[in-house]
C-alpha cells in the first residue's frame, strides 16, 4: 500500500498523540527518550522528544526508521549483541554505544532500554533513554561501558562517575516507570 506525505505524516506523529500530555512531559526532560515498536520488523521508533533532536540533530523524520541510524559506519558489534539479547529476552540493557550526530560528529552515547510488554491494547515496546556523555566523558565511556557489564562493585571507577551513572539511571528508572503506568491506564481505559 502507498501513502501520500500527509498520511505518512500522521501516522508518523500518532504515537506521539496518543501518548498525550506525557510526551509534554517527555519533551521537557534534559535528555534523550526513545520508544520503538517491537511488533514490527526491524522495531521501528514511533516517540522521539525534543532532547533526543537536540542531542542528535535528527527529529521526527527519523520516525519509522531503527535507532541504529545513528550508528552510521560505527560498529558496536558488542553493543548491538547487547542489545539484540536483551530486546530478545524482554529484559533491559546498559551500555555505552558510539554514535554520530546529524553533522557527522562522534559521541559517545550512554543507552537504557526497558522493554514493555503484556498490554492487550498496545503493541510490545521498548523505551530508551539516552545520555550523551560530552567532551570530558570519551575518555570516561570505556570505563562506563565496562562499569555497566561487568560486577559493580567490584570494578573501581572514581566516585564522581559513579555518582553521574547513578543519577542517569535514576532519571531512566523514572521515565521506565511513568511510561508504564501510561501503560496501564490507557489499558483499563480500553476496558471502560
Ligand atoms: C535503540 N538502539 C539505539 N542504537 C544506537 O546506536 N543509538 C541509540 O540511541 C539507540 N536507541 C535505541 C532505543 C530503543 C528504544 C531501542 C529499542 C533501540 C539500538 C538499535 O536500534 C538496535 O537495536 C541495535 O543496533 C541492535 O540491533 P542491530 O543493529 O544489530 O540489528
Known amino acids: 500500500m502507498r501513502f501520500n506525505l500527509h498520511t505518512k505524516t500522521r501516522m508518523r506523529s500518532d504515537f506521539k498523540h496518543q501518548l498525550g500530555s506525557l510526551a509534554e512531559s517527555f519533551d521537557s526532560l534534559a535528555h534523550a527518550v526513545t520508544v520503538s ?23 521526527e523524520e527519523m520516525l519509522g526508521h531503527n535507532c541504529r541510524f ?44 526497558d522493554t514493555v510488554r503484556g498490554y492487550k491494547s498496545l503493541p510490545p515496546m521498548a523505551i530508551g533513554s539516552q545520555f550523551d556523555l560530552g567532551p570530558e566523558g570519551v575518555e ?28 542517569r539511571r535514576l532519571y531512566a528508572d523514572a521515565v521506565e516507570r511513568m511510561f508504564r503506568s501510561w501503560c496501564t491506564l490507557k489499558e483499563v481505559s480500553s476496558r471502560s
Request: glycine share 4%.
Open 37 to 59: 515498536d517491537l511488533s514490527k520488523p526491524d522495531h521501528p521508533l514511533v516517540y522521539l522528544n525534543k532532547a533526543f533532536t537536540k542531542m542528535t540533530g535528527f527529529g
Open 70 to 113: 545513528l550508528q552510521s559506519d560505527l560498529e558496536n558489534t558488542e553493543a548491538r549483541a547487547h542489545i539484540r539479547t536483551a530486546l530478545e529476552a524482554n529484559g533491559r540493557c546498559e551500555l555505552v554505544l558510539k554514535n554520530r550526530h546529524r553533522n557527522g560528529d562522534e559521541f559517545y552515547n550512554m543507552l537504557l532500554i
Open 140 to 167: 570516561q565511556a570505556a570505563d562506563c561501558a565496562v562499569y555497566t557489564t561487568q560486577s559493580q562493585s567490584s570494578f573501581s571507577v572514581p566516585l564522581t562517575v559513579k555518582m553521574r551513572l547513578e543519577r
